[in-house]
């Protein structure tokens, strides 16, 4: 099993440009999650997902959007990028017994 | 909002104890324990579901007081391994079991 992966692990976007964060798991979870993290403040949630087709907002998901077409996959889209969006962004699955979330290897996003 | 986790940092010697506080204004369901070492993804250590329920995890321990809205991990005889940023996620009644919300954590560095 590949776990969680994300892609890219590296991006710098232009401000205004949009993007896309790849997300997949392989291990049939329902629920998966997407965190940004910054120095001193943790990880915080942008959005959350109980299923295909379900999907909520977290603490902080003002300029991101989120869609669960499949359960394999959670894409993390960026609309127009701004520098306040400079993050290192986790993806997470967890399955509803358990409740541990594995965590993806993260992508480290740059706006300029 | 947030947990509080408390301390911020800690530095310790080998063989040492340390206890880590996690506090939240909101009633809890359960209460997540995480470790991320430098440049890694945060890996799950243990989860807290009922009201003064106590986990461990070789000697690492964690006690949940439901009433309280509290929760505390315990490290005994720290490990070099142990080194690493701890946080503390919650989630509370009502919410969906992966509406995670993490602390903005304590960074814990055990010395030789």
């Known amino acids: 099993n590949a776990g969680v992966t994300q892609t890219p692990k590296f991006q710098v976007l232009k401000t205004g440009q949009s993007m896309t964060l790849q997300c997949a798991q392989d291990?049939?979870?329902?629920?998966m999650s997407w965190y940004r993290q910054d120095p001193g403040m943790g990880l915080r949630l942008i959005h959350y997902s109980v299923g295909a087709g379900i999907t909520d907002q977290g603490e902080v998901p003002n300029g991101y959007n989120v869609s669960r077409s499949t359960t394999e996959d959670f894409p993390l889209r960026l609309l127009s990028a701004a520098p306040s969006q400079t993050s290192v962004y986790f993806c997470?699955?967890?399955?509803?017994?358990?409740?541990?979330?594995?965590f993806g290897p993260g992508t480290r996003l740059t706006v300029t | 909002q947030q947990p509080v986790q408390s301390p911020q940092a800690v530095i310790l010697r080998e063989g040492e104890d340390a206890v880590i506080n996690c506090s939240s204004s909101?009633?809890?369901?359960?209460v997540h324990w995480y470790r991320q070492k430098h440049g890694e993804a945060p890996v799950f250590l243990m989860i807290l579901l009922k009201g003064g329920e106590q986990k461990g995890h070789d000697k690492i321990s964690a006690s949940f007081n439901e009433k309280k809205q509290q929760s505390s991990l315990y490290l005994t005889a720290s490990q070099l391994s142990y080194s690493g940023t701890y946080f503390c996620?919650?989630?509370?009644?009502?919410?969906?079991?992966?509406?995670?919300?993490f602390g903005t954590g304590t960074l814990l560095a055990v010395q030789p």
């Open positions: 997470a699955s967890s399955d509803r017994y358990t409740y541990e979330q594995y």
């Open positions: 996620g919650t989630v509370s009644y009502g919410g969906a079991t992966n509406k995670l919300i």
């Open positions: 909101k009633a809890l369901y359960s």
């Open positions: 291990m049939n979870h329902e629920y």
